[in-house]
């Protein structure tokens, strides 16, 4: 079972930061937080990965609380191309790399 | 670029049909994975592989059997389809170095079996 609760889905304007919450409650200290999302009709796409400190790339933020319960992805400038499904995960640290992805969350960027 | 790539995009087989989907990336990646997506319940693990010749099973195994003869290739295989199996199926690679490594996934092979 995956070890994240999202919500199913969420709406943000273009242009507007969209924040997209995580929890994960049960998570271990060695266990890292990733950001896959995935655009319909293609294969999901990395976004973003930590452990316990905030992380930042091109494409997005991570946030991840002091006691690592839950997280939020946030995209500081939301676009219509941003519209896809996003999925937290925790991974299990293994060395086969293996991730459980759950339902994730629907953001529908509209203009 | 780096690239997983998925021999068919779209398969339509008969129920008892024997399917192959391949799958090849070119990252030099350990390991290789095959999911497979359902309306509903996101993206679940068959099998995966962390090396040539090795195999685990996943979440969802039954039904399922996979092949890794080379390290860029990794082959799931149907031995005798069933209509519950219309899917998409989901490849996936990645580095064996270290913890961090991230998945690349190819564009999925939709299969509808009849």
């Known amino acids: 079972d995956a070890k994240t609760t999202q919500p199913p889905s969420m709406d943000c304007a273009e242009g507007r930061a969209a924040n997209l919450p995580c929890n994960h409650s049960?998570?271990?200290?060695?266990?890292?937080v990733y950001w896959y999302r995935q655009i319909h009709s293609q294969g999901p796409q990395y976004i973003i990965h930590g452990l316990k400190n905030n992380e930042t790339n091109e494409m997005a933020s991570l946030i991840i609380t002091e006691d690592r319960k839950s997280s939020t992805l946030i995209l500081p400038h939301a676009t219509l191309r941003d519209t896809a499904v996003y999925y937290c995960i925790v991974r299990v640290a293994t060395s086969t790399d293996k991730l459980i992805f759950g339902t994730g969350t629907r953001l529908q960027v509209f203009p | 670029d780096v690239k997983v790539t998925q021999s068919s995009r779209y398969l339509v087989k008969r129920t008892g049909e024997k399917v192959f989907l391949e799958c090849v990336q070119d990252m030099d990646h350990e390991n290789m994975f095959w999911y497979r997506q359902d309306p509903g319940l996101g993206l679940r693990l068959i099998y995966f592989?962390?090396?040539?010749?090795?195999?685990e099973k996943g979440d969802i195994p039954e039904g399922y059997s996979v092949s890794r003869e080379k390290k860029e290739r990794f082959s799931l295989i149907l031995e005798s389809a069933s209509t519950n199996q219309t899917s998409m199926y989901l490849c996936?690679?990645?580095?064996?170095?270290?913890?961090?490594?991230?998945?690349?996934f190819g564009e999925g092979s939709r299969l509808t079996v009849l």
């Open positions: 996936a690679s990645s580095s064996g170095q270290g913890n961090t490594g991230e998945l690349f």
């Open positions: 592989s962390y090396d040539v010749k090795m195999k």
């Open positions: 049960t998570i271990s200290g060695n266990e890292y």
